[in-house]
């Protein structure tokens, strides 16, 4: 991992001291390990990762699915809808390592292959001839005819896809910059020993500064509902739920 949601030098401006180097106590080294430590905290916290790099966007492999069937209005269902557990996602893409094997009667397809001919949409406004299209933000897939080449058929074990994606937010949002900063100063702080910070009469021990900006970064997740990610109308027809909806 590396230094995504802040740098280095947003920590040293937060704690008002002159930027960390190789030379200083904490060293620059240092205080990225930390950065990279309230990062991953902040993404086990939050069930998600705030960053598409490479190094901080989320994975998960084959994740078990059931797919609604869904009315389009005209009383014949022949549509399903995935709701994959981690959204927004990044498009799924075969060349990325993403699958999404769909049950197709009595085998698993995995619609992302080249050799499957299948044709997919990035955007859920893109859907004429498709066989599958993506709600990227709510973390959807529709899969086109699933009545008809299931014909009512169940799966294996009620798992009707198996499917390998990742998932990030595109760009860093403020809030959780800010929360990072503050975990990552909370573990500076709370090393007395560092003397980064001066102590005097008029100010907070080390100890209570450390746990003022824990408390902190914990309010910041909180207030912004950033701990309890609920995309409730999508959650509610997808995962391992069961029935129809109407388009």
């Excluded at 190094?55 to 209005?73: H, K, S, W």
């Excluded at 080449?149 to 198996?162: Q, R």
């Excluded at 309890?228 to 739920?241: N, V």
Aim: hydrophobic content about 35%; overall charge negative; some cysteine.
């Amino acid at each position: 991992m590396s230094a995504i949601y802040c740098s280095e030098q947003d920590v040293a401006a937060f704690l008002q001291v002159p930027n960390f180097s190789g030379s200083t106590t904490p060293a620059t080294a240092t205080v990225v390990s930390f950065i990279e430590m309230a990062q991953e905290r902040i993404n086990q916290l939050t069930d998600h990762a705030w960053n598409s790099h490479a190094t901080t966007r989320g994975q998960v492999t084959e994740e078990r699915v059931r797919i609604q069937r869904v009315d389009q209005g005209s009383g014949v269902n022949t549509r399903g809808r995935l709701q994959l557990r981690h959204f927004p996602i990044m498009a799924l893409d075969n060349a990325e390592g993403d699958l999404m094997n769909i049950w197709e009667s009595s085998s698993y397809v995995d619609y992302l292959h080249p050799s499957n001919s299948k044709t997919g949409s990035g955007t859920p406004t893109d859907i004429v001839g498709k066989d599958y299209w993506q709600d990227t933000t709510r973390g959807l897939v529709y899969i086109n005819n699933f009545h008809t080449i299931n014909n009512l058929l169940s799966s294996p074990s009620d798992v009707d896809a198996y499917v390998t994606y990742r998932y990030a937010t595109a760009t860093t949002p403020a809030d959780i910059k800010l929360a990072t900063i503050y975990f990552t100063a909370a573990t500076i702080a709370m090393n007395d020993d560092l003397n980064l910070m001066a102590e005097g009469d008029d100010s907070m021990d080390n100890a209570t500064k450390s746990q003022k900006f824990e408390d902190m970064a914990m309010k910041i997740l909180k207030d912004n509902k950033r701990l309890d990610r609920k995309f409730t109308m999508s959650r509610s027809i997808g995962g391992f739920g069961t029935g129809r909806s109407t388009l």
